[in-house]
């Protein structure tokens, strides 16, 4: 299948510990923010998404976190699954340009048993 | 799966050649977005298809060309094919510009 991020940051996690992929961005005019996780031979899967006028949100098993201040994005997956080893995706969205989602360099996470 | 289905799923190239890649939407979108995802990067927007008009791109040279049509499947052509064309190229559908964009698995080209 695909290999997709060969030289991407890795984190490694014990199966049932809790991960946290950080994400830094770089255009204050981005209003929407979404992590996206890809598997090896696959296209980008939506995880979770979050706009500008929100500091926090959760969802099952994931909650992502946003600092305008300091431009920082980070997704917390709790108890983390083998089935979440992937590459995991940043992307923004600025007000000016509704169409473009610019992504991130992406983070290789790897659950251990 | 995102109901958005792409073809072919491989395919290979020779430099200056020209390739055609298909989208099919989800039911319901009315927008679709091409992506390229080079090995090891993120996916950089080539352009977006609203309705059948293009309504926003990337920085990508005019020799990168789509089209949308009247049931919103689209293609992306790209003509005198170079070495660093070689690629994985996605699809994402959404109901709007604004909505949450859905890919599809995604269409490797080698060119040689």
């Known amino acids: 299948g695909e290999s997709v991020g060969l030289h991407l940051p890795t984190l490694s996690v014990q199966e049932g510990d809790n991960s946290i992929i950080n994400c830094a961005y770089s255009?204050?005019?981005?209003?929407?923010f979404i992590w996206y996780k890809q598997e090896s031979g696959k296209g980008p899967q939506f995880i979770i998404d979050?706009?500008?006028?929100?500091d926090k949100r959760q969802g099952q098993r994931v909650t992502v976190l946003l600092n305008k201040t300091v431009k920082h994005l980070s997704l917390q997956i709790a108890a983390t699954q083998p089935g979440d080893s992937a590459v995991y995706f940043c992307?923004?969205?600025?007000?000016?340009?509704?169409?473009?989602?610019?992504f991130g360099t992406g983070t290789r996470l790897q659950v251990t048993l | 799966e995102t109901g958005v289905t792409q073809s072919p799923t491989h395919l290979i190239k020779t430099r200056g050649q020209q390739v055609t890649l298909r989208c099919s939407s989800q039911?319901?979108?009315?927008?679709v977005s091409w992506y390229q995802q080079a090995l090891g990067q993120g996916p950089q927007f080539i352009f977006q298809?609203?309705?059948?008009?293009?309504?926003g791109r990337g920085n990508f040279p005019p020799r990168f060309s789509g089209l949308q049509f009247p049931n919103y499947s689209s293609e992306l052509n790209v003509n005198a094919l170079e070495l660093d064309d070689s690629a994985l190229y996605l699809c994402?559908?959404?109901?709007?510009?604004?909505?949450?964009?859905?890919f599809g698995p995604g269409t490797r080209l080698t060119v040689t």
């Open positions: 039911s319901g979108h009315n927008t």
């Open positions: 994402a559908s959404s109901l709007d510009g604004w909505h949450e964009q859905y």
């Open positions: 992307a923004e969205r600025d007000t000016g340009t509704a169409s473009k989602l610019t």
């Open positions: 298809y609203y309705r059948e008009e293009e309504n």
């Open positions: 255009n204050s005019a981005s209003d929407y």
């Open positions: 979050i706009r500008s006028n929100m």
